[in-house]
Nanobody, 113 residues
């Protein structure tokens, strides 16, 4: 189970930190990711982090967002700075391990101009 939190309404230029608490999975060896889906658009990868800590980001968020993980807390984070209205979307947590792919329920992020 993946449970996201931390979404909300923020003005452009502001910051939010999303959290995703995992249970029932082998978190420490899972690749974790944050995806987002805006109205009328496909779900897209925002950031990912492997079990070894290697990260990757969508070009649109590089330099503004940071993904991190705390294996002791089974939690992955997404620090979002310098938010833009185009970052408005439902953000989903994802966990991948060989043969398994899990999604959270999503948390809404709305950035006002």
């Amino acid at each position: 189970q993946l449970v996201e939190s931390g979404g909300g309404l923020v003005q452009a230029g502001g910051s939010l930190r999303l959290s995703c608490a995992a249970s029932g999975i082998i978190f420490s060896v899972s690749t974790m990711g944050w995806y987002r889906q805006a109205p009328g658009k496909q779900r897209e990868l925002v950031a990912g982090i492997t079990s070894g800590g290697t990260t990757n980001y969508a070009d649109s968020v590089k330099g503004r967002f940071t993904i991190s993980r705390d294996n002791a807390k089974n939690t992955v984070y997404l620090q979002m700075n310098s938010l833009k209205p185009e970052d408005t979307a439902v953000y989903y947590c994802n966990s991948k391990l060989v043969g398994a792919n899990y999604w959270g329920q999503g948390t809404q992020v709305t950035v006002s101009s």
